[in-house]
């Protein structure tokens, strides 16, 4: 700045059209620059992925002639194409070990000590499927479907593995596709028998495509159905529903509780999710009201698994059942129920959503007195032993009277009547919907002991981070769906089902 004072000038603003100079500087140079620095460091983590290299799985001797070869002979870096790499951490999928480069001398040499290429090449006379070049490979001949013809190398298994890993391990080559890409890839340059079932195996082993590789069928495991209880109020699934759109009594939340049996259902708006919410329900709303049952079934919430919690279902003689975490299948009924109601909600409320909790008794009770499917009755019948009265219903006589005892008798058989259908249409749903779920998918069974990885249910989880972690091992089998697993470096134990485990 002192420099330029000692000038006199005009300062006069010009367009960017015109002022062509300035625009023409603030460009970087066409030109390669004189000075390279490559003094700083380049690092590629090669954790999850293989190190950048060149492969060629087949050269014939005027290539290798013309090549020249570094102190690995597997692997070519050109300076002119790759800069010298470090590489941060060992890589656990690199194949820089692996000697994957073979000329047709090698191909020849490893034929040779294969039996079953020799007694081929040894017959009196050649096959005409198959021919020999003059560096004594033996090419098998292949005519495609569309009439191409190919002569393609003979591998002996010694070298399956090899090929394999560069046509599926390796970055320029292979990038760990999948099955069918890496087949059509290997079948018009090599053959051996079974290729299809090896290449099978060989990805299906590769530790990097079990972590990374997106399932694209169904979740593992067949359904568990819970078996119905054989009474009314003995077995509840209880859920919280939100956060929803605050209401203008300044609800968030609402309480889902329902009788797995009769398929009754109270339901109770709340301003939070907290345990002493939801055991001031229980107590006033649920025992106070319809009494106590013997079980409830919830997810692992920290609002269902407090201290309060605990005591108030201990205090009562109540047996608390947790599902699984990440499961919401084990609180099935509960869910489905939730998803049955809350469009119904949204249909009455007004466009804001601010009158919702107003809206959730009508509704809760329009579901109570509609005919289940799985029961053939209404949960209303179920829970009270009689029919619900709506009231736009025309006004019916009333009843002939009885007395106390042949009421108490009438009743009775009814529910005996009643209970006993609505259980086996219960059953019978149940198998259906088992039938129906378990189609076309796989159900696998794991051994103590077994090496698996399981699901990454991490929260800072992004599109690059890994599918699944590991490794694990199985220590203990709860059930043919869930198994608890130890991780191999901390000892945690996690219970997990099988639709997040992979055997590695």
């Known amino acids: 700045m002192t420099t330029l004072q000692q ?105 040779n000590a294969a039996p079953e290429i020799q007694r081929i090449k040894k017959s009196r006379r050649l096959h005409p499927n198959y021919v020999i070049d003059k560096y004594n490979v033996l090419f098998k001949i292949v005519k495609r479907k569309s009439g191409q013809q190919l002569h393609l190398r003979y591998l002996p298994a010694s070298l399956i593995v090899k090929v394999l890993s560069a046509y599926h391990n390796s970055t320029f080559c292979g990038a760990h596709f999948g099955v069918k890409r890496t087949f059509y890839k290997i079948r018009d340059r090599f053959y051996w028998p079974n290729m299809y079932k090896d290449i099978v195996q060989h990805i299906s082993s590769c530790i990097n495509c079990r972590k990374n590789k997106p399932s694209r069928r169904k979740p593992d495991g067949h359904l568990q159905s819970i078996e119905p209880p054989r009474g009314v109020w003995e077995r509840l699934a209880m859920d919280y529903v939100g956060p929803v759109p605050e209401s203008k009594s300044g609800n968030k939340y609402f ?36 009494g106590v049952p013997l079980e409830i079934i919830t997810d692992n919430g920290r609002h269902f698994t407090s201290a309060l919690y605990e005591s108030l279902i201990k205090l009562v003689g109540c047996c608390h059942i947790k599902t699984t975490p990440y499961n919401p299948q084990a609180n099935g009924q509960c869910e489905r129920h939730n998803g049955t109601l809350v469009p119904n909600l949204i249909a009455l409320s ?113 599109k690059f981070s890994s599918k699944f972690i590991g490794p694990y091992t199985i220590v203990k089998q709860v059930n043919n769906k869930t198994y608890v697993v130890q991780n191999t470096k901390n000892n945690q134990h996690t219970r997990i089902t099988v639709q997040d485990i992979r055997s590695i």
């Open 350 to 462: 007004n466009h804001s959503r601010s009158n919702w909790d107003e809206k959730l008794l009508p509704t809760t009770y329009s579901y109570n007195t509609t005919r289940h499917d799985s029961t053939g009755y209404t949960p209303f019948e179920l829970m009270f032993a009689r029919s619900p009265r709506f009231m736009f219903d025309f006004i019916s006589p009333p009843s002939v009277p009885l007395t106390t005892d042949t009421y108490r008798k009438t009743m009775q058989q009814f529910m005996e009547h009643t209970l006993l259908a609505a259980r086996n249409n219960n059953l019978r749903h149940q198998l259906k919907a088992k039938q129906r779920y378990d189609s076309n998918r796989s159900n696998p069974q794991y051994y103590i002991g077994q090496n698996v990885i399981i699901r990454n249910r991490s929260l800072a989880m992004n």
């Open 255 to 290: 309480l889902v509780l329902t009788d797995l049996f009769s398929k009754f259902v109270v339901t109770k708006p709340v301003p939070d999710n907290t345990s002493t919410t939801v055991a001031r329900f229980l107590l006033y709303g649920v025992f106070m009201l319809y």
């Open 7 to 111: 000038y006199d000038m005009i300062i006069r603003h010009i367009s960017g059209k015109e002022n062509t100079t300035a625009d023409a500087l603030s460009r970087y140079p066409v030109d390669k620059p004189d000075v390279i620095d490559d003094n700083e460091p380049h690092l590629i983590t090669s954790s999850t992925q293989t190190d950048d290299i060149f492969i060629n799985a087949v050269t014939t001797r005027a290539m290798t002639r013309k090549q020249q070869f570094s102190s690995n002979p597997s692997i070519q870096q050109p300076s002119k194409l790759c800069p010298p790499t470090t590489s941060a951490t060992p890589a656990t999928s690199s194949i820089n070990d692996i000697q994957i480069f073979f000329d047709n001398d090698t191909l020849a040499q490893h034929q």
